[in-house]
């Protein structure tokens, strides 16, 4: 038997060949969630859009698809919110500064944040959801002048288990109004109660130059475009990102299929009028 | 096999038995390639690798599991890995094999695999295999499950190395390859007579004439037909008697979804990550980590499933993605028959459009 390693024909690489990436940092965040920064050893690695994942592997895991959640083109590291939810996110937990691991990517669609340029911007985040959120956020208040009016709706279960709220001063302080909302208050909380839907009717919303950025836990999605309806925004100018199971990252396993399309290549990022004939989506 | 007039003669029945000309071929492979072909086990047709060429058999209806076995593997390594020593390290495994006995369905879902796998991404595990694949093709009668006439998948004309037609006394032999023709010139096979010919010629009008499953409308009218059943009550039907058991994706021969997988040896450093053959109707199959599962219910997965044969990846490479071969009808525990399916939903289809 002829067996090549790591030779590959004429341009062609595998395209399941890792690229080891440095642990700089770990930071809690919440009991579920760790913030990584990672150096990657090809810098070219760095070159990502807001929205995008890389597929984060261990060898004797496996591998798992994590959204970046720094803004692009900041630092020689990039950062990655890991919830411990599977197998691979759980054995992530358990590393250190100076710890690899082997990442391939970045794979997958970006928010367009030139079309956003000078228009009303709405992120509506939930849960999890605030994690892809936080690149795009980073990457609109890097150009604030660029932008008009930017507000943040966050809803989580409860105010322990909301994310990166050490940053929300800093954002404010750059004009990015933060709306909060919790499922269950505890006796300290003082701000909305409920579902993210019951903040929608409190943005103000200019017909036709408002952007609705929508990413949160498969049930929210429904919900809040409706409530985008009723604010007259339109499907064009709504952008969702959807999260699916993932194995190969390259439009072939299968597993992150909506109808016909891959998530992995041709999301996660949708424009929601691109997702019209597309009924498993939503 | 449309004005195809040149063939060559190669003398002996379907069982390569002694001096027959089946068995000088084989043995001209065997010196150059790894070599699988049919054989007959338990009674049903299958492929194996002959080691001798008197275990090759040809049959007329397909075996249970297809080619693609032999150029995507239930199992294959992508990478290997050694923890302690920070090292990956891809892996790309092939070798010269020559695979006997594929019907026109087989050739033609090959065909496709070769699309799928080149797209995008070149997958260098699958192209490097079937790069170095020779493909003896071999004809055939279809039987109750068999629609490859409506799916325009009956007759090959490439795709092919060399190719089998059975008559009477032996078989009349094509080529469509260099390397093909390069086998076959050894083994200095006399041209065949118009009378061989012409015997072959009415085999095949007996085989076109012999289809008894068939689709109730054209391929190319398949994928509209398909987008407008995303409701039919076909779904909930044949969900609820589905067991989820992914047989029909396990014997389809263009079914390439896999599952990537992780392997630790016992010192717990090295190790292989392994690609393995996946199903879209296993439950499990689109389920997140969190554990939320896109497509819950069988109906979904059966949906899906039959979508990706007749719509989804047409819309993508523009041909039906099923080469109406049978194997998930023969296969399926329920009786679960795709022609049938197809066909409810085409006169579904006409129903709304009357």
Redesign the interface.
């Known amino acids: 038997m002829s067996l090549s390693v790591n030779q590959t024909k004429e341009g062609l690489e595998s395209p399941y060949l890792p690229i080891p990436g440095v642990i700089e940092r770990v930071t809690r965040v919440t009991e579920k969630e760790r913030l990584f920064s990672i150096a990657p050893l090809n810098p070219s690695l760095l070159e990502y859009g807001p929205g995008q994942f890389y597929m984060v592997g261990l060898p004797g895991y496996g591998e798992a698809p994590i959204s970046i959640t720094s803004g692009p083109g900041e630092a020689k590291e990039f950062e990655l919110c890991v919830r411990a939810a599977g197998n691979v996110t759980n054995a992530l937990h358990r590393l250190k500064k100076g710890d690899f691991v082997w990442l391939r990517g970045p794979f997958g669609t970006s928010f367009p944040v030139d079309e956003m340029r000078s228009k009303d911007v709405v992120f509506i985040a939930g849960g999890i959801g605030v994690v892809p959120m936080r690149s795009l956020i980073k990457a609109v208040l890097k150009d604030r002048q660029g932008f008009g009016r930017l507000t943040l709706i966050y809803g989580s279960k409860s105010p322990e288990e909301m994310l990166f709220s050490e940053e929300f001063d800093e954002w404010r302080g750059k004009g990015l109004e933060v709306l909060l909302t919790i499922d269950k208050p505890d006796t300290k909380w003082t701000g909305n109660v409920g579902v993210v839907t019951t903040l929608i009717p409190k943005v103000e919303v200019a017909e036709g130059r408002t952007i609705a950025v929508v990413i949160g836990p498969p049930v929210m999605y429904r919900f809040v475009i409706l409530s985008l309806r009723d604010k007259l925004i339109r499907p064009e100018d709504v952008f969702v990102s959807l999260e699916r199971r993932m194995k190969c990252g390259v439009g072939k396993c299968g597993h992150c299929q909506i109808n016909g399309c891959y998530v992995c290549q041709d999301g996660p990022v949708f424009r929601l009028s691109d997702l019209k004939d597309l009924p498993e989506a939503l | 096999m449309k004005n195809i007039d040149f063939f060559r003669y190669l003398p002996g029945g379907a069982k390569a038995e002694s001096a027959s000309g089946l068995k000088k071929l084989v043995n001209t492979l065997l010196k150059e390639y790894r070599v699988y072909g049919t054989v007959k086990r338990d009674g049903f047709p299958v492929y194996a690798e002959i080691a001798d060429a008197s275990e090759l058999e040809l049959f007329s209806t397909p075996t249970h599991l297809s080619a693609k076995q032999f150029l995507f593997p239930p199992r294959e390594t ?4 050694d ?1 302690r020593r ?1 090292l ?8 010269r094999q020559a695979i006997i006995g594929l019907h026109p369905c087989d050739i033609h879902a090959i065909a496709l695999m070769d699309e ?2 080149a ?7 699958y ?2 295999r079937r790069e170095k694949t020779l493909i003896v093709g071999a004809d055939c009668m279809p039987d109750e499950y068999c629609f490859c006439k409506s799916l325009g998948t009956m007759d090959v004309n490439d795709g092919f190395d060399i190719f089998l037609h059975r008559i009477k006394k032996g078989f009349l032999v094509r080529t469509a390859s260099k390397k093909g023709e390069e086998v076959i010139a050894g083994l200095k096979l006399r041209e065949a007579k118009p009378s061989e010919v012409r015997e072959l010629k009415e085999r095949e009008r007996l085989r076109e004439a012999s289809f008894k499953a068939r689709l109730e409308a054209a391929a190319k009218d398949l994928p509209e037909i398909y987008a407008g059943s ?1 409701e039919s009550p076909v779904w909930e039907r044949i969900g609820a008697i589905c067991t989820g058991c992914g047989s029909c994706n396990t014997v389809c021969p263009t079914c ?7 392997e ?1 040896k016992a010192n ?1 450093s090295e ?1 292989e ?1 392994v690609r393995v053959w ?1 199903g ?1 109707t296993l439950e499990d ?6 554990g ?1 599962n ?2 819950k219910t069988r109906a ?1 997965r059966l949906r ?1 499933r039959f ?2 044969k007749f ?3 047409t ?2 490479f523009g041909m039906p993605f099923c080469v109406g071969c049978g194997r998930c009808s023969r296969a399926c525990l329920v009786k679960i028959n795709i022609t049938e399916v197809t066909n409810e939903l085409i006169r579904e289809s006409n129903k709304r459009r009357a």
């Open positions: 992508l990478l290997r890995y923890i920070h990956h390290e891809a892996v790309i495994e092939s070798e799928v796998w797209f995008g991404r070149p997958d260098v595990n192209l490097s995303n390439y979804c896999f599952d990537i997988k992780d630790v717990l190790g990550r996946d879209c199959f689109a389920k997140v980590a969190g939320h896109f497509r979904e899906h979508n990706r719509r989804y990846l819309d993508r």
